[in-house]
C-alpha cells in the first residue's frame, strides 16, 4: 500500500549531498557489459532518466558516451550539476524532465537509461516514452544495486532497515525490470547480474543509510536507527571498515519498430 505522500519527485529533496557521496557506483564489468551489447560508443546519445545526482551519467560519460541527464527534483539536478568530472572526460548535460514526460524529440536517443529509478516511475506510461525517444533499434536499459543479503553484515543491516522504517514501501526493486522485458514495444530482452561492494567506515555508513527517501527524520527514530546502525556496525567491523554487498541487476530490451 502506497501512502498518500509518495510524491517520488519530492522525495529526496534535502538528501542530495548525502546521496552524491554515500551511494554505491556500478561495476565496471556491468558498464563494459551495457556499452558492448547495446553497441555505445563516443558516437552515441545516451539519455540517463532520473539520473538523481548524476553517479551514473557521470560513470557512462567517463567511457566517452554523451550523456543527458534528466531529473524532477530541483536540489538532485544542481547537485549532479555543480560536480566535478575529470579533466578531458565529458560532461554530461542535466535538464529538468520526467519518465513520463522527458521534453526531448522523437528518436534522438541511442540509449535510455534508468538507474536505480524506475521503481518509481509509472511503467507502462515510462516505457512509451522511451519508445518514442529512441532511435530505430535503441535500447533501454533498466539497472538497479540490490543489497546482497548472503552476507551477514549485509543482512543485519537490511533486517534493522525494514523493521525502522518504512522501506518495504520505497524500496520495491525487486521485478521491477519484468516490465520491461514483457513490454510489446520492446524485444531481445535479456538480464543480467553482477556482484558489486562497497566499503564503508562508520561515518560513511551513516551516510549510507540516512541517503535513503525512507530513511527517519523525526528525532526519537532518528536516535534509534543510528544507536542500531552502530551496534551493527561494531559487531561486524574490522579494522574500522565493513563492506555492503550488493547485485547489480541489468535489464536490457531493444526497441521494436512500429508501424
Known amino acids: ?22 551511494r554505491p557506483a556500478y561495476p565496471e564489468a556491468a558498464l563494459d557489459f551495457i556499452l558492448s551489447r547495446c ?9 540517463d532518466v532520473g539520473c538523481g545526482t548524476g553517479i551514473s551519467s557521470r560513470l557512462f560519460a567517463s567511457k566517452g558516451v554523451r550523456v543527458i541527464g534528466i531529473e524532477p527534483n530541483a536540489d538532485m539536478r544542481h547537485q549532479a550539476e555543480t560536480e566535478s ?9 542535466y535538464q529538468s524532465g520526467r ?20 521503481h518509481w516511475f509509472e511503467a507502462e506510461a515510462t516505457l512509451q516514452e522511451f519508445h518514442r525517444i529512441l532511435k530505430p533499434n535503441g535500447w533501454v536499459i533498466l539497472l538497479w544495486n540490490e543489497r546482497d543479503e548472503a552476507d551477514p553484515f549485509t543482512h543485519a543491516y537490511g533486517a534493522s532497515v525494514r523493521r525502522l ?5 520505497f524500496e520495491p526493486y525487486h521485478g ?26 562508520e561515518t560513511s555508513l551513516m551516510g549510507r543509510a540516512f541517503s535513503a527517501s525512507y530513511a527517519p ?20 567491523q574490522k579494522d574500522g571498515q565493513v563492506t555492503m554487498r550488493y547485485e ?5 530490451a531493444r526497441r521494436r519498430a512500429t508501424k
Not at 39 to 47: C, I, K, M
Not at 217 to 226: H, I, P, Q, S, T
Not at 248 to 252: E, N, Q
Open 248 to 252: 547489480t541487476s541489468i535489464f536490457l
Open 176 to 201: 521491477k525490470g519484468d516490465a520491461l522485458l514483457e513490454s510489446p514495444l520492446f524485444t531481445e530482452g535479456e538480464r543480467a547480474f553482477f556482484p558489486n561492494e562497497q566499503v564503508l567506515d
Open 99 to 118: 519518465a513520463e514526460a522527458t521534453g526531448l524529440p522523437e528518436a534522438s536517443a541511442d540509449a535510455v537509461l534508468a538507474a536505480q529509478a524506475f
Open 165 to 169: 522504517t518504512d522501506a518495504e514501501v
Open 217 to 236: 527524520r523525526e528525532d526519537a527514530a532518528v536516535k534509534c536507527y543510528l544507536d542500531e546502525l552502530r551496534e551493527i556496525f561494531r559487531r561486524f
Open 1 to 22: 500500500m502506497v501512502p498518500s505522500d509518495y510524491q517520488p519527485t519530492e522525495r529526496f529533496s534535502g538528501l542530495a549531498g548525502l546521496y552524491s557521496q554515500y
Open 39 to 47: 553497441g555505445l560508443t563516443d558516437q552515441s546519445v545516451l539519455v
Open 85 to 93: 568530472v575529470p579533466a578531458l572526460q565529458p560532461e554530461p548535460t
